[in-house]
């Protein structure tokens, strides 16, 4: 693997994080978006992100200085992928989005240069004819705080270059992930795979008005011992992408309960901009969510 120059396309919830993580770990990335409005929002994003690599990472200021050296920004796509040897798509998780996107992506990129999806629930077979390179094409999913929560799933499908998977194996290591290769396409991965149906069945509870969110998260958190209650981790994963995923589903089964879901996600949370964790609100209000409290579980 001699990657050196990785390209993130998309600066959301996950596409920051993991821009950060490899620019730590001594790559040069440049973080491609659709605007610089949007990439200056990056930017001040990565100001939280330092003082979250100093508090649980114990990361130098002159680590973190050099972070920021490796960190360029632009929102031309052909300038952002000129030197890429890897470029990490964390676009929407809407499959129009990034068909588009990778139809954008196949016309600029250099021959070199190997494709990467972080999709969480998309499947790289999906997309690989449309990126023009199907045997450089792969999926590298991470999970939410990617600094401590440092899992990467590689999965490719039935054409992607055995040396290709390897390279990116031994990229997600390079920059201090668990890496987690699996052996064949399986829509949701390992982790999404364990952890959708849990959401999933919290909200059935909450929309069929069986418990609140609060009873729920309490209920998961003292039989378990998990730290978190399904809608806390929703709250962290993103409303949009958990309302995303439930629409796709909605709108391919015309599941009733599933349809409820999609109205009341989008009436309660999303019309309102209470997205989670990144707006200050979802189910819970932060900096200082109640499950957050010593006394939740009493």
Known sequence: MNYKNITIAGSGVLGY???FQTAFHGFQVT???INDDVLEKAKSKFNSMSEAFKKDLNASQQQLDKTRQNLSYTSDLAEAVKNADLLIE??????KIKIDFYKKLAKVAPQKTVFVTNSSTLLPSQFAEVTGRPSKFL????ANTIWIHNTAEIMGHINTDPKVFEDVVSFAKAIGMLALPLNKEQPGYILNS???PLLGAAT???VNKVADPET???TWMKATGAPLGPFAILDVVGITTAYNITKMAADSTNDELKIKTVKYLKENFIDKNKLGVSTGEGFYKYPNPAYKNPDFLN
Request: charged share 20%.
């Open 17 to 19: 994080q993991i821009a």
């Open 204 to 206: 059935d509870l909450l």
């Open 31 to 33: 973080v491609y978006d």
């Open 194 to 196: 364990l952890l959708v």
């Open 139 to 142: 999926a590298l999913h991470f």
């Open 216 to 218: 729920i998260d309490k």
């Open 90 to 95: 964390a676009v929407p998780e809407n499959p």
